[in-house]
Each structure stands twice: as structure tokens, then as C-alpha cells.
């Protein structure tokens, strides 16, 4: 059975910093492309990034290109989000994902930021902006 928990979010003030984490069990992760998603009440979940197997590839949603990074611990079987510069539009639910579908599954398809190309989903972390 695979389980995708998420952590680190919280309350933090604009212009900060938060980094998220999530941990995967049951799945082969270092052979699987991850990404993470972001949803706010009444709105559809968005795609906030993606990384390969590998982190040779990464891709972002352009409003975030520039102050979010993604990155992963294969050793670890954990994937990060470090979000810098936060607005108070970043408030949202953030979740992972994994187990993108079809296959190869290494790697970020064209389609990454659609909720039906991944399997598993965690619970969310929750990350609040103030202004």
C-alpha cells in the first residue's frame, strides 16, 4: 500500500519561508517522478512543480518559477518544497503526488500539472500567508 505523508507547513508572514516535505512508502521512489499540487477552497488543484527521478529534471508553474524549488533525497525517499518570497496568494492546501501514470514513470511528462496523471495522493499540509 502505498502512504504520501506531507509536513512543514504552517503560518508564516509575507516575504518568507516555509519548506515542505513529504515521505513515500510503499513505492519504488527513487524510480518514480514526484510532484506537488496546491488547492484553496472553491478551486481547482493546480500543479506547483514536478522532478524526475533523478532531479535532473524540474518544472515549475510559471507564477512560482522563480521562488519555489523542488528537490528530493532518494536516500531518504522524501521530496521538498522550498517556497521563498510567500504572498498571501500562496495560501493554500499543499499536497503530493506521485506514482505518475502512464508510464515511463521517471519522468515529468507534458501533462505533469493534471490531477489524473498521478495515482497517490497524501493528506495535505496546509500553508497560510499573511500579509
Known amino acids: 500500500q502505498v502512504q504520501v505523508v506531507e509536513s512543514g507547513g504552517g503560518l508564516v508572514q509575507a516575504g518568507g519561508s516555509l519548506r515542505l516535505s513529504c515521505t513515500v512508502s510503499?513505492?519504488?521512489?527513487?524510480?518514480?517522478?514526484m510532484s506537488w499540487f496546491r488547492q484553496t477552497p472553491g478551486k481547482e488543484r493546480e500543479g506547483v512543480s514536478c522532478i524526475s527521478w533523478n532531479g535532473a529534471g524540474t518544472y515549475y508553474a510559471g507564477s512560482m518559477k522563480d521562488r519555489f524549488t523542488i528537490s528530493r533525497d532518494n536516500a531518504k525517499n522524501t521530496l521538498y518544497l522550498q517556497m521563498d518570497s510567500l504572498k498571501p496568494e500562496d495560501t493554500a492546501m499543499y499536497y503530493c503526488?506521485?506514482?505518475?501514470?502512464?508510464?515511463?514513470?521517471?519522468?515529468?511528462?507534458?501533462?505533469?500539472?493534471?490531477?489524473?496523471?498521478?495515482?497517490?495522493w497524501g493528506q495535505g499540509t496546509q500553508v497560510t500567508v499573511s500579509s
Open positions: 510503499g513505492l519504488s521512489f527513487n524510480n518514480n517522478a
Open positions: 503526488a506521485a506514482g505518475r501514470t502512464p508510464a515511463p514513470w521517471a519522468t515529468c511528462s507534458s501533462s505533469w500539472s493534471e490531477v489524473p496523471t498521478w495515482n497517490y
